[in-house]
């Protein structure tokens, strides 16, 4: 009965290659996050989702396009993939009611780009 | 730019003692969370406060917060090898957006 889960937990590829996560929460959550972590630790927040709306997209490469099907689902597309995508990436979903503000995180998966 | 810093980066304690984090932020905010990462997981949240509040507690954890300082410390009493994991601070300036700033952890190794 896992909260967040997102996979796959590790992905291995080549460079130039298309590849996408999935996640999914069955907390009832209506928001959706995408954080990524590069290998100094250092978390930065992608994209987040509400009720299947896009409302936070941050400076990232159009290569990556997040779909929300449904707002328990939130996928990451990533197109031509380059070394400096590698890291890991975390999915996390929140209400949004004042006072739940806390983020329940998935366990990651960690993307290396060969 | 980076709105938490954690210090020190790295805190190596024998079981039984105390640790304390301290976490440094830039702007307002509605409210200052901590979460942990075990090494390979995702991470967990483990307390809250807001920016009306001075202390809290939460078991063996007790956050301060100083927000004529910018900053607050996370305190872990009687440490478990259980515990040695990643802390993060994170804030969410903007206030119930759920874009959380982070900064960049303190790894904490409790020996047994």
């Known amino acids: 009965d896992t909260a967040v889960s997102q996979t796959p937990k590790y992905l291995v590829t080549q460079m130039g290659n298309d590849k996408s996560i999935k996640c999914e929460q069955n907390l009832g959550h209506d928001t959706m996050y995408w954080y990524k972590q590069d290998s100094k630790k250092f978390l930065k927040i992608m994209f987040s989702y509400n009720n299947k709306e896009l409302i936070i997209n941050e400076t990232v490469p159009n290569r990556f396009s997040p779909k929300s099907p449904d707002k328990a689902h939130l996928n990451l597309h990533i197109n031509s993939l380059e070394l400096g995508d590698s890291a890991v990436y975390f999915c996390?979903?929140?209400?949004?009611?004042?006072?739940?503000?806390?983020?329940?995180f998935g366990s990651g998966t960690q993307l290396s780009v060969l | 730019s980076q709105q938490g810093e954690e210090d020190p980066q790295a805190l190596s304690i024998q079981e039984g003692e105390n640790a304390t984090m301290n976490c440094s932020y830039k702007?307002?905010?509605?409210?200052l969370q901590w979460y942990r990462q075990n090494s390979g997981r995702g991470l967990v949240h483990l307390i809250l406060i807001r920016s009306n509040e001075r202390e809290k507690h939460s078991g063996r954890l007790r956050v301060t917060l100083d927000t004529s300082k910018k900053s607050s410390s996370l305190l872990i009493t009687a440490s478990r090898a259980a515990d040695t994991a990643s802390y993060f601070c994170?804030?969410?300036?903007?206030?119930?957006?759920?874009?959380?700033?982070f900064g960049q952890g303190t790894t904490l190794q409790v020996k047994p």
């Open positions: 996390a979903s929140s209400t949004r009611t004042v006072g739940a503000e806390k983020l329940f």
């Open positions: 994170a804030t969410d300036p903007s206030g119930n957006t759920g874009k959380l700033i």
């Open positions: 702007t307002s905010i509605n409210n």
